[in-house]
């Protein structure tokens, strides 16, 4: 390995290890315990509606075909149960389906959709408490942060959740089987070389359906078969931890990189809300007819700019399309999951509208992306121009979710598929953290 220090060349795997199974995890700050109890909920809620998409079924269809049954619950409300690595896969797809499940700014992904899944399946079949499937979550959401955050130095280049994220999937079901440090250790080996690629701005530029976008479902898989290969004795070699240059294991345990993470109130393209929220807001401070708009101007950073599809053909399509998602925010003052349906996607009013939207590259922008991912909308009407301030998106450190509008977003994702109430009833039995995992997956039984 390029950089590599052969006198010590596991020592920042080791780091990782001595972490995943460290007692002082209980511990761990409040706010960062109050992130993992957090990430859980949304996922299960993204799962959930994600599930309800046809080419998630479609994927979930072919678990169901090729793996055997087993006691791991599918999460589309139909009471189903496949074998462990079937569920994640199915359930794994399904987190990141609608793109509304949350992320992590400086790794530029979404940790907890990769490791949910994993960790819920095995902590159902291990009898966990909320209590230690919380924790699991929290270990394995900051081992794949670290892993996100050191691929581009390993790789080069810019890659998808998928390439990163079986690190923290291997990292949470090894905390929850109780591995040894050393089986452990080649878990994380196993899921870092086998990881799949995921060149996620390929899939900005051409977006597919159901397996593409950020690679989730597949990097879930490997991080699952990496801990069975490795309790069979299989060995690994080493993890991207091991370079000379990459520190970042050493923050693990003294920095919670998961309480820097953002929750998505739209399904779609992070890139996008921030000019979603300033539609909005101009909508409700001047409240303009939007069919009277002639022009609608985003300045933007770069990535963002790659959003340009005007007319989405499938829903992962839409997801990625910034004139699209801007236009359905101005005609109708929101972006819901059913806006990605295909019979949305034929407005005819939303379609005309997205092919005025054009892009300004702000330099000033893109040197915050770092910091924030940040626009600025321009709205031109016959009679005036509307421009919005430089908008932070909802959802990000500087803009949280209340609590009320966090738990309106879970009734939005999980009420329907599983019935009213469900999502209140879900956040007060993950409030009790002795209570067993089986108390909290009975909502997705038939």
């Given amino acids: 390995m390029t950089g590599q220090d052969d006198s010590d060349a596991s020592a920042g795997t080791a780091d990782a290890v001595s972490f995943v199974l460290s007692?002082?995890?209980?511990?761990?700050?409040?706010?960062?315990?109050?992130?993992?109890?957090?990430?859980?909920?949304?996922?299960?809620?993204?799962?959930?509606?994600?599930?309800?998409?046809?080419?998630?079924?479609?994927?979930?269809?072919?678990?169901?075909e090729t793996f055997a049954e087993g006691e791991a619950t599918v999460l589309d409300g139909s009471g189903r149960k496949l074998g462990t690595e079937g569920a994640v896969l199915a359930n794994a797809v399904a987190a990141n389906a609608l793109d509304i499940d949350e992320g992590?700014?400086?790794?530029?992904?979404?940790?907890?959709?990769?490791?949910?899944?994993?960790?819920?399946?095995?902590?159902?079949?291990?009898?966990?408490?909320?209590?230690?499937?919380?924790?699991?979550?929290?270990?394995?959401?900051?081992?794949?942060?670290?892993?996100?955050?050191?691929?581009?130095?390993?790789?080069?280049?810019?890659?998808?959740?998928?390439s990163w994220g079986p690190l923290g999937t291997a990292a949470a079901v090894a905390r929850l089987r109780g591995l040894s440090p050393e089986t452990t250790s080649q878990a994380l080996a196993i899921a870092d070389f086998n990881a799949p690629i995921t060149p996620i701005l390929r899939s900005v530029a051409n977006p597919g359906?159901?397996?593409?976008?950020?690679?989730?479902?597949?990097?879930?898989?490997?991080?699952?078969?990496?801990?069975?290969?490795?309790?069979?004795?299989?060995?690994?070699?080493?993890?991207?931890?091991?370079?000379?240059?990459?520190?970042?294991?050493?923050?693990?345990?003294?920095?919670?990189?998961?309480?820097e993470?953002?929750?998505?109130?739209?399904?779609?393209?992070?890139?996008?809300?921030?000019?979603?929220?300033?539609?909005r807001e101009l909508r409700q401070l001047y409240d303009f007819d939007p069919a009277e708009i002639e022009t609608v101007r985003v300045h933007t950073f770069e990535n963002a700019i790659?959003?340009?599809?005007?007319?989405?053909?499938?829903?992962?399509?839409?997801?990625?399309s910034y004139?699209?998602?801007?236009?359905?925010?101005?005609?109708?003052?929101?972006?819901?999951p059913t806006d990605l349906d295909a019979s949305a996607r034929e407005d005819g009013a939303v379609l005309d509208l997205a092919e005025k939207v054009t892009f300004v590259h702000d330099e000033d922008l893109e040197a915050r992306y770092d910091e924030a991912w940040l626009s600025q909308i321009e709205v031109e009407t016959g009679e005036r121009t509307y421009t919005s301030d430089v908008t932070y998106p909802r959802g990000s450190e500087q803009r949280p979710l209340t609590d009320e509008e966090f738990q309106s977003k879970?009734?939005?994702?999980?009420?329907?598929?599983?019935?009213?109430?469900?999502?209140?009833?879900?956040?007060?039995?993950?409030?009790?953290?002795?209570?067993?995992?089986?108390?909290?997956l009975a909502y997705w039984s038939a």
């Fill in 306 to 320: 790659r959003l340009a599809t005007t007319k989405p053909e499938t829903a992962d399509a839409a997801e990625y």
């Fill in 323 to 336: 004139p699209y998602e801007l236009a359905v925010a101005l005609r109708t003052g929101n972006v819901v």
């Fill in 23 to 64: 007692d002082e995890v209980a511990s761990a700050p409040e706010a960062a315990i109050e992130h993992a109890e957090r990430s859980l909920k949304d996922t299960l809620g993204a799962i959930t509606a994600g599930h309800q998409l046809e080419e998630t079924k479609q994927v979930t269809d072919y678990a169901f």
């Fill in 209 to 259: 359906s159901g397996l593409t976008k950020d690679g989730i479902g597949w990097g879930a898989y490997v991080g699952i078969t990496a801990v069975e290969m490795a309790e069979r004795g299989l060995v690994g070699s080493g993890t991207s931890f091991d370079d000379a240059d990459v520190t970042e294991p050493t923050t693990l345990g003294s920095e919670y990189a998961i309480t």
């Fill in 104 to 162: 992590h700014l400086g790794s530029d992904g979404h940790p907890a959709a990769i490791v949910v899944p994993g960790a819920v399946a095995v902590a159902e079949e291990q009898d966990s408490t909320i209590r230690e499937l919380i924790e699991a979550t929290l270990v394995g959401y900051e081992v794949a942060v670290r892993a996100g955050t050191t691929r581009p130095e390993v790789t080069g280049y810019h890659t998808g959740t998928g």
């Fill in 410 to 440: 879970l009734r939005t994702l999980v009420d329907g598929p599983l019935g009213r109430g469900t999502a209140d009833a879900i956040t007060e039995t993950v409030a009790d953290g002795s209570a067993p995992v089986d108390a909290l």
């Fill in 261 to 279: 993470q953002y929750y998505k109130p739209y399904p779609g393209c992070r890139w996008i809300h921030a000019g979603i929220d300033a539609a």
